[in-house]
Nanobody, 125 residues
């Protein structure tokens, strides 16, 4: 069955870095857009970064552009989120998701059919 397993979350000080990983199995990874989304307490789940099936196209939320970088390794069936210059407002549960195959990866949660269990990222001094 489809599995998405996130890792790499934790507690980090403001200005610090983390690298999230998401290992996929059970579907054709190389034909799926992949995305990272996040959900803070009391808020809806929101788009952070997405990447096309080939890795040739990426999209970022305005709040993270220039600080977070999404990438993928289709041979390893893994998608990454490099998080630099972290801020307290980045604190949330981060979810990996697999979505439809499209030249420009979608940002809507409704177009992502499979989700991981989430990993907590806490940015605090």
């Amino acid at each position: 069955q489809v599995q998405l397993v996130e890792s790499g979350g934790g507690l980090v000080q403001p200005g610090g870095s983390l690298r999230l990983s998401c290992a996929a199995s059970g579907f054709v990874f190389s034909r799926s857009s992949m995305g990272w989304f996040r959900q803070a307490p009391g808020e809806e789940r929101s788009f952070v970064a997405v990447i096309s099936s080939s890795g040739g196209a990426t999209r970022y939320a305005d709040s993270v552009r220039g600080r977070l970088t999404i990438s993928r390794d289709n041979a390893k069936k893994t998608v990454y989120l490099q998080m630099n210059s972290l801020k307290p407002e980045d604190t949330a549960v981060y979810y990996c998701a697999a979505g439809v195959n499209a030249e420009m990866p979608p940002t809507s949660t409704s177009l992502y059919r499979n989700w991981g269990q989430g990993t907590q990222v806490t940015v605090s001094a």
